[in-house]
């Protein structure tokens, strides 16, 4: 495990997944909103919206831990114009920022539904811009081969889409679970309105009821939407199991340098990093989908698959991301 | 634009220069702005029935060649690599945030982490020795005397041009102010049969 680079691991897959799971409930939101009225849609996908803020600030923070002097922390914006780091900073910090406006504008339902637009695909584009950032970091360093190749992009993306739909998935199956289990007796009337602060306090507590037709309709976004999910993340996982072998032989016939950077893909970690992967999407992917058909019948069992599968890909995808900065050897002296 | 020559004919792998710039700048454990690199190798020599060994090593003293396009600055985020008007790069201490970057992105080795400080460090061509009008502590300090310093295009007229000899990178990449004179067994660059044989110590 690359331990030094620990920091950096947790970030890169943290603020990866978070994009992915924003790209990903901006879709169940524009192709739900076809089917399905905007109340149905915001009641799935808001409070997953919120998971994501605490995450991307965690990962913010594991970042720090990379810098070694904190007190010059401000300095690393200042070489926008060359430095790929630079750019990733001003886009993380860009993605944080409107997401977490688009965040309290969505919930507390300030502002046009237009504007809350213009917001989210705003941040949506700084999220991309936050990858490919991370991307060019390692793809543009031409001293290190492992990095600087096609598989870089594969990695990442792959990352944010395959952590970001499992993300969603999962918590789309968790908070329909969760107002599945809360007694009767704390639930009220559901209502836009009171002071922003009542808002507040009732999105957090979640005690609302929808009338039947909502609830059965959402119930059936869930559905629809974990199923998209899973097979979103089982076709991402499957294209990383092809593309990684293809990459690793590339580069051990590559040289002595490729030799050297793919030596850790040989051990027992990079067996256990791949296992997790095939094991969370694949398999425990497929049974999701199968149980999702028995909508809100089976939640439990389906919960349990969901994060399942979540977290054995979480700890694979953390494992992957390790190897990556394993294989870094540079070429020269 | 300042650069280094170095005499890979003439050097035996003492690491008098790694020792003296190690010295002169009060380096810590682990921080060398310059090392020796050995690159050794060879194949059987079959004649008829006789299978001779046909071996080969040589060493090439290493700091940073203050390139033309020092990749290290081109990746710094906060733009503490900084390229000098006489064309050296140094590490601007109050800028510098310790990410390491230029440390993966450099094929030299030069920029070095100073855990000490949570800075990098690199050669700097001995700024404050080349203000009193002395060389730097490594050319003075070779008992070969295998390296020599001073503006590139005078070292290129006195010693030609060369520079693309295995272990060193693609000299494309950066394109170092470094002039080589090669040892008879040097192999061109992306030809290299042999390895580097101190790894640990560079």
């Given at each position: 495990m690359a331990v030094d680079e620990l920091p950096m691991i947790l970030f890169t897959v943290i603020s990866q997944m978070c994009v992915g799971a924003f790209v990903v409930l901006g879709l169940v939101q524009t192709v739900g909103g076809m089917k399905y009225s905007r109340r149905v849609v915001d009641r799935l996908a808001d409070p997953a919206l919120f998971a994501l803020g605490p995450a991307l600030v965690a990962g913010l923070i594991a970042s720090m831990?990379?810098?070694?002097?904190?007190?010059?922390?401000?300095?690393?914006?200042?070489?926008?114009?060359?430095?790929w780091l630079s750019r990733e900073i001003i886009f993380g910090v860009g993605f944080a920022g409107l997401g977490f406006l688009f965040a309290v504008l969505q919930v507390l339902k300030i502002g046009s539904e237009a504007l809350r637009r213009v917001v989210a695909v705003a941040t949506a584009l700084f999220g991309v811009g936050l990858v490919v950032s991370q991307v060019m970091i390692y793809y543009?360093?031409?001293?290190v081969p492992a990095w600087s190749s096609w598989a870089t992009w594969v990695q990442f993306f792959g990352t944010a889409l395959l952590l970001g739909a499992l993300a969603v998935g999962t918590a789309f199956v968790l908070v329909i679970a969760r107002r599945q289990n809360?007694?009767?007796?704390s639930q009220v009337e559901a209502t836009n309105e009171g002071s922003y602060g009542q808002r507040l306090k009732d999105f957090f507590a979640d005690r609302q009821v929808d009338d039947p037709q909502t609830g059965a309709q959402v119930a059936e976004l869930m559905v629809g939407s974990v199923r998209a999910c899973v097979v979103g993340a089982v076709l991402v996982a499957g294209a990383l199991l092809v593309a990684m072998p293809v990459y690793v032989s590339g580069l051990a016939g590559s040289g002595e340098v490729g030799l050297l950077s793919v030596a850790h893909y040989g051990t027992g970690f990079a067996v256990v990093r791949f296992g997790l992967l095939a094991l969370g999407a694949l398999l425990l992917g497929v049974m999701a989908f199968y149980f999702a058909g028995f909508g809100t019948k089976k939640l439990r069992v389906l919960g349990f698959l969901m994060v399942g599968s979540f977290v054995l890909v979480f700890i694979g995808e953390l494992m992957g991301r390790s190897l990556f900065y394993e294989a870094m050897v540079r070429v020269g002296v | 634009m300042y650069g280094f020559y170095f005499d890979q004919t003439l050097c035996n792998g003492c690491k008098a220069c790694q020792i003296a710039c190690k010295d002169k700048h009060d380096n810590?454990?682990?921080?060398?702005?310059r090392r020796v690199v050995e690159y050794t190798g060879g194949s059987w020599q079959v004649d008829g029935e006789t299978a001779r060994p046909n071996v080969f090593s040589y060493y090439t003293s290493m700091a940073c060649n203050h390139c033309e396009d020092p990749i290290c600055v081109t990746v710094c985020p906060t733009t503490a690599m900084t390229k000098r008007e006489d064309g050296t790069v140094y590490v601007d201490q109050s800028k510098c945030?310790?990410?390491r970057y230029c440390e993966w992105a450099c094929p030299y080795s030069a920029p070095q982490f100073n855990a000490q400080t949570g800075h990098m460090s690199k050669c700097d061509l001995c700024y404050d020795y080349r203000q009193t009008g002395q060389d730097p502590a490594c050319v003075d300090a070779c008992p070969a005397r295998a390296l020599d310093w001073g503006p590139i295009e005078e070292l290129r007229a006195k010693y030609g041009d060369q520079n693309a000899f295995e272990p060193l990178p693609d000299p494309s990449i950066t394109r170092p102010n470094l002039v080589i004179k090669p040892h008879r067994d040097a192999q061109p660059f992306g030809h290299g049969?042999?390895?580097?044989?101190n790894r640990q110590e560079i």
């Open positions: 831990f990379h810098m070694n002097d904190v007190t010059h922390t401000f300095n690393v914006i200042r070489h926008w114009q060359s430095s543009s360093l031409v001293t809360r007694p009767a007796s | 810590p454990i682990g921080v060398n702005w945030v310790g990410c049969t042999g390895f580097i044989a």
